[in-house]
């Protein structure tokens, strides 16, 4: 494949465009472009720009997942849909190698500490504690669909945070931590639309009517 020119990319001057004889565009980034020796007139190989290409992906993922991984903590699961949808984004989800770059990143920054499932679930229940309380087994249920498989009430009880805790932020928030009737058949199917049982809530109630003596 013949060289025909090369550009620099105007809004991210470290990629370069490589335009082909053929008709066919590339974009690389310029340490790339460097180790390849592409320039105008020069040949190559589809095998070597293949490689060039799955080089290039690496680079532009590793740049995209430091920048969302230096704004919010995220899970395996989290980073591994990021990827996929850069990777659709660019148009190269073709590419062979995909499964091993993957793999190679999310064993990269998991011995970075920069995912990490168990710290991600400390600051989810935390998080619900504090802005959207609901019951563990609801907290447990959010973080399986985010790919948390991990014992969720067992960590919430390392960190003190229980089903009675939540519950007493949740009617504070909610009512305003006023007392609880129970036979309230509203304010009861609010509660248990948060996932709370029926022992609890009573249990709560009971503390309440303690309190307001």
């Known amino acids: 494949m013949l060289v025909e020119k090369l550009e620099y990319q105007k809004k991210n001057p470290s990629r370069v465009n490589i335009f082909f004889e053929s008709g066919e565009v590339v974009g690389l980034h310029s340490n790339i472009v460097v180790k390849y020796d592409l320039r105008k007139g020069i040949e190559i190989d589809p095998q070597s720009l293949h490689k060039a290409v799955v080089e290039d992906l690496k680079i532009k993922l590793v740049g995209r997942c430091d920048n969302k991984l230096?704004?919010?903590?995220?899970?395996?699961?989290?980073?591994?849909i990021f990827i996929d949808k850069k990777v659709y984004e660019w148009d190269l989800q073709g590419i062979e190698e995909l499964s091993?770059?993957?793999?190679?990143?999310?064993?990269?920054?998991?011995?970075?500490?920069?995912?990490?499932?168990?710290?991600?679930?400390?600051?989810?229940?935390?998080?619900?504690?504090?802005?959207?309380?609901r019951s563990l087994n609801m907290i447990r249920?959010?973080?399986?669909?985010?790919?948390?498989?991990?014992?969720?009430?067992?960590?919430?009880?390392?960190?003190?945070?229980?089903?009675?805790?939540?519950?007493e932020n949740f009617n504070n928030k909610k009512f305003n931590g006023e007392l609880i009737d129970l036979n309230d058949k509203k304010k009861m199917r609010t509660f248990a639309n948060k996932g709370f049982n029926f022992s609890i809530i009573k249990q709560l109630s009971n503390d309440l009517v303690g309190y307001d003596k």
Do not use: C, M, W
């Open 100 to 133: 091993d770059i993957k793999s190679e990143l999310i064993a990269y920054y998991k011995g970075q500490k920069l995912i990490d499932d168990e710290a991600f679930t400390i600051d989810f229940i935390n998080s619900r504690l504090k802005s959207k309380p």
């Open 70 to 80: 230096s704004k919010s903590r995220t899970t395996q699961k989290g980073l591994e």
């Open 141 to 167: 249920s959010e973080l399986y669909q985010k790919g948390i498989h991990n014992n969720v009430l067992q960590i919430a009880s390392s960190i003190g945070v229980s089903d009675y805790e939540l519950l």
